[in-house]
């Protein structure tokens, strides 16, 4: 490795680590930890990194090529912002109250976050897909 490969992979490991630290302390919050290798979760993942190779991703302006932790949601694949604008991601209009994975209009929904590197992405469940999420990452 070259040594602006081995920064770039050092940056990498931290910015993992730091998304790793947030979805741990969210899921101490919430009580509602998602395993990311749900297949719903690493789906909306796959979709995620597609629009990335497809250049549909809109970034905000903080969004730069070395590694840190950067946030999309369920919801909106085509959205990567920096922690500090983590607002752009807030669901709009019908979205707001549905779940993620089934649709379902709901009022109680369980929101979380999940990883993919130093990507986090957030996500609202319903009651009956938090468990059922819960119990597939087991
Ligand atoms: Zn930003
Ligand atoms: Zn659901």
Same mark, same amino acid.
């Given at each position: 490795m070259t040594p602006s490969e081995i920064a770039f992979d050092d940056q990498w490991r931290a910015a993992s680590a730091a998304a790793s630290a947030i979805i741990s302390s969210s899921a101490a919050a919430h009580g509602f930890p998602i395993h990311h290798q749900d297949d719903w979760i690493t789906e909306r993942f796959r979709d995620f990194h597609l629009k990335c190779q497809n250049g549909e991703i809109h970034y905000c302006a903080?969004? =730069?090529?070395?590694?840190r932790p950067a946030h999309t949601a369920a919801w909106a694949t085509n959205i990567l912002v920096c922690t500090d604008c983590t607002g752009f991601l807030k669901p709009e209009g019908p979205k707001a =109250?549905?779940?993620?994975?089934?649709?379902t209009d709901e009022d109680n929904l369980y929101g979380s976050f999940a990883a993919s590197g130093p990507i986090i992405m957030a996500y609202a469940l319903c009651e009956a897909c938090a468990r059922a999420a819960q119990q597939s990452g087991r």
């Open positions: 903080h969004i =730069t090529s070395s590694p =109250t549905c779940c993620d994975r089934c649709g």
